[in-house]
């Protein structure tokens, strides 16, 4: 191979090379390029997140109030069901007590 030679495809390799790094250089861009609507798309899914988040914690807090509310009214219910018990349980004795008076007064 002579030097002319050498040069003119040491030229072609370098404009081959030089071609291929400029289609991939296209390419990336083709594909990264951020289009106007995919920004505008991009802002309407961030707010409608934004949102549905912020409905999240306000059902969380609702649900936790909700919890609070009923465990308390649980307890108030558990406290008068334990009066009426042991009222229950007096009557009981109170009655057994005068019914045993009335059977030993016969």
């Known amino acids: 191979m002579n030097r002319t030679e050498f ?8 404009f081959v090379a030089f071609g291929l790094g400029w289609f991939a250089n296209w390419l990336v861009h083709r594909f990264t390029r951020v289009r106007q609507q995919d920004l505008g798309e991009l802002d309407r899914m961030a707010q409608a997140l934004h949102e549905a988040e912020l409905i999240r914690d ?6 936790e ?3 609070r509310d009923l465990t308390a009214r ?3 219910t ?15 004795s109170e009655a057994e007590y005068y019914r045993a008076q009335i059977e030993g007064t016969k």
């Not at 040069?7 to 370098?14: K, Q, S, Y």
């Not at 306000?58 to 649900?63: F, G, L």
Request: charged share 30%.
């Open 7 to 14: 040069v003119i495809v040491t030229a072609i390799v370098l």
């Open 58 to 63: 306000q059902a969380i807090e609702y649900v």
């Open 65 to 67: 109030t909700r919890e």
């Open 74 to 76: 649980l307890a108030q």
């Open 78 to 92: 558990e406290a008068e069901l334990r009066a009426a018990m042991d009222g229950l349980r007096e009557a009981r």
